[in-house]
């Protein structure tokens, strides 16, 4: 169950978890955009060397400002969720951001929106197996550095002050329009920037929050949310890059469709696991 851990709403020197969560919200956006605003009007996107500094300072923004504040709050590591999570908690965040890329690329493919899928295009089979091997723990570590602002920092203060269901959908949009500068760039969908900035991500967003906040109801380890997320990254970034897209407009609608899916089944998972443990 989630709970507020040890807030002291009641002390007039504590500060109350929405205030937190105002706080952190307002800092991780305004410095997060200014940096990304900034860096894609200065900088060539194209080359791989920035793109790749630019991305990673990027990517470990909202884990700085974590830390900061949460020392600044008292708090410790176990404030930011360094648990050990369950196997079957982790074997199903792994996993599920598979299933759900497959049947998304696979129903793409049916309908000749996208090609299959060629692993060739990675390389000999050696080549691709310690791509896909080597690459999934190197993006787990890469995404940490959200997943400790989002899951770790923001995911519980919203969830104390604002009920679980409405937390975890506010989380997700937050999570989703951070993305904003690297979207509007046209980055997963080129011809269709605004769909994947104002559509897409907040749509992926709330979805993987959603899963995630479901995988670790009872024991909620910051590990869970990124091995999750570096799936969703990481397997399903390697399919969409190994697959070419026919139709650009149907193949982003159709990834919006599935992503509202993944919403009514979590988000009904959610209600339903917190309304029978008393939420």
Same mark, same amino acid.
Do not use: C
């Given at each position: +169950? ?11 020197? !504590? ?7 105002? %706080? ?17 009007s ?12 630019? +991305?990673?300072?990027? *990517? ?12 600044k709050? #008292? ?16 074997? /199903? ?7 759900y890329? #497959? ?10 929106? %996208? ?5 060739s ?10 791509? /896909? ?10 995404? /940490?550095g959200?997943?400790?602002?989002? %899951?770790g920092?923001?995911?519980?203060? /919203?969830i #104390?002050s604002? #009920?679980?269901f ?13 993305? +904003?500068?690297? *979207? ?12 994947e ?7 992926v967003?709330?979805?993987? !929050? ?8 009872? %024991? ?7 091995l999750?997320?570096?799936s ?6 390697t ?5 070419? *897209? ?6 982003a ?5 599935f ?5 009514l ?10 309304f029978?443990?008393?939420?």
């Open positions: +169950m989630y709970t507020i851990n040890s807030e002291q709403t009641n002390s007039p020197n !504590s500060i109350h978890p929405i205030q937190k969560v105002k %706080r952190y919200t307002l800092l991780v956006l305004g410095i997060s955009w200014t940096f990304g605003f900034t860096t894609t200065i900088f060539d996107f194209s080359n791989p060397i920035a793109n790749a500094v630019i +991305m990673l300072i990027y *990517a470990f923004i909202p884990a700085i400002l974590a830390f900061i504040l949460n020392k709050e #008292g708090g410790n590591w176990k404030d930011l969720k360094f648990f050990k999570p369950s196997f079957k908690s982790s074997f /199903l965040a792994f996993l599920i951001p598979i299933i890329f #497959g049947i998304i690329i696979s129903t793409q493919v049916l309908l000749n929106i %996208r090609t299959v899928p060629d692993i295009k990675i390389g000999t089979p050696l080549t691709s197996t310690l791509l /896909l091997l080597l690459g999934y723990p190197l993006t787990v570590f890469l995404v /940490l959200e997943e400790i602002g989002w %899951r920092y923001l995911q519980e203060k /919203l #104390g604002l #009920g679980s409405k937390g975890v959908v506010i989380l997700g949009l937050i999570w989703g329009i951070w993305h +904003m500068p690297i *979207a509007l760039q046209g980055y997963n969908f080129p011809n269709h920037p605004y769909i900035a104002f559509i897409t991500y907040p749509l967003g709330i979805a993987l !929050s959603l899963i995630i906040a479901y995988l670790g109801f009872n %024991r909620y380890s910051i590990f869970i949310g990124a999750l997320h570096a969703n990254n990481h397997f399903g970034g399919l969409l890059s190994i697959s070419e *897209a026919q139709n650009e407009f149907l193949h609608m159709i990834f919006n469709v992503y509202i899916i993944i919403i089944i979590f988000g009904y998972l959610w209600r339903q696991k917190t029978y443990n008393n939420e």
